[in-house]
């Protein structure tokens, strides 16, 4: 298959299409190491000390409890976690 030109005769940048987006690279293989290293990174910062997932069983009215307060649930299953610990050390 042909390429078609991206620009018209009137240096109109036409509609890219399925094919041309198959195309593309990614910019790590396109853009120098110089401006690489400069540009901001992508998605959420890593933190130093991400959760870990896990699975505990809780009794049904606990479970009920936090759930009833809406989003964020787990956190504050967390949070009194974490106060339960730190006043136990």
Not at 12 to 28: G, N, P, Q, Y
Not at 38 to 48: D, F, Y
Not at 73 to 89: D, I, M
């Amino acid at each position: 298959m042909k390429k078609k030109p991206m620009i018209d005769k009137d240096g109109e940048v036409r509609e890219l299409t399925a094919e041309d987006l198959k195309l593309f690279k990614k910019t790590s293989l396109v853009l120098p190491e110089e401006l690489l290293s400069v540009l901001p990174k992508r998605g959420r910062p890593k933190k130093e000390s991400p959760k870990v997932s896990t699975t505990i069983r809780l009794n049904p009215d606990v479970l009920e409890f936090f759930k009833s307060h809406g989003r964020g649930w787990q956190t504050k299953v967390n949070e009194v976690l974490s106060q339960y610990v730190a006043k136990h050390r």
